[in-house]
């Protein structure tokens, strides 16, 4: 299947900086990329759909001018939280499409990045 | 009421066990029904695909769509303790790229 990279994996960063966080699609082109974030024992929130080339269309609730999405290439989106605060602690998981897929909709997932905010 | 709901769990049972997890929905344009299992702090891994109304079989695992009730499920037979992970459903609509609607999850943990 699909394989879906995240860098970094965990980070660590004071209050009131930013960190950015790739998202890779290894072996195929993602016209469309997705970022989620998911609290301790909940689901996962969509925050934003990312498409290459074009702005970011965010969730009604997520800040856009706080997480910077772009999505500049085919194999390539990132996300970056700016001004971070302990409130942002969360685990940040991107998504891929996969239009070669077959299979309508298939988002294949990566390994996700654990932010902490101290 | 929420899009979809998800029973929350945790589930225990001993190994080689039949395990049901099921969900529920309220938007009727929902087409493709999926389920996702994952392992702590990793991210989701696609485990059932399914469109419509329906059964699937895949191994250990069938998923089930009753798009007239609402419902889905998902059976594992013969349980392993390696089936102990986060189950979640997820559905989407028919458009080109639609976004996925997840279900909470639930906790599984299958005993030696």
């Known amino acids: 299947g699909a394989v879906v990279s995240q860098h970094p994996s965990w980070v660590i960063c004071k209050s009131g900086t930013s960190v950015k966080i790739e998202c890779r699609s290894l072996d195929f082109q993602a016209t469309t990329m997705f970022w989620y974030r998911q609290f301790p024992k909940q689901s996962l929130m969509l925050m934003a759909t990312s498409n290459e080339g074009s702005k970011a269309t965010y969730e009604q609730g997520v800040e856009k001018d706080k997480f910077l999405i772009n999505h500049a290439s085919l194999t390539l989106s990132t996300l970056t939280v700016t001004s971070a605060h302990p409130e942002d602690s969360s685990f940040y998981i991107c998504?891929?499409?996969?239009?070669?897929?077959?299979?309508?909709?298939?988002?294949?997932f990566g390994p996700g990045t654990r932010l902490t905010v101290l | 009421q929420k899009e979809v709901e998800q029973d929350p769990g945790p589930l225990s049972v001993p190994e080689g066990a039949i395990v049901s997890l099921n969900c529920t929905y309220s938007n009727s344009a929902f087409q493709y029904f999926m389920w996702y299992r994952q392992y702590s702090r990793k991210g989701p891994e696609l485990l059932m695909y399914?469109?419509?109304?329906g059964n699937k079989e895949d191994g250990r695992f069938t998923a089930q769509v009753d798009k007239s009730s609402k419902y889905i499920s998902l059976f594992i037979r013969d349980s392993q303790p390696s089936d102990s992970a986060t189950y979640l459903c997820a559905m989407s609509g028919s458009g080109a790229n639609s976004k996925l609607t997840f279900g909470k999850g639930i906790t599984l943990s299958v005993r030696p």
């Open positions: 399914t469109y419509s109304s």
């Open positions: 998504s891929a499409s996969d239009p070669a897929s077959g299979r309508y909709n298939e988002q294949f």
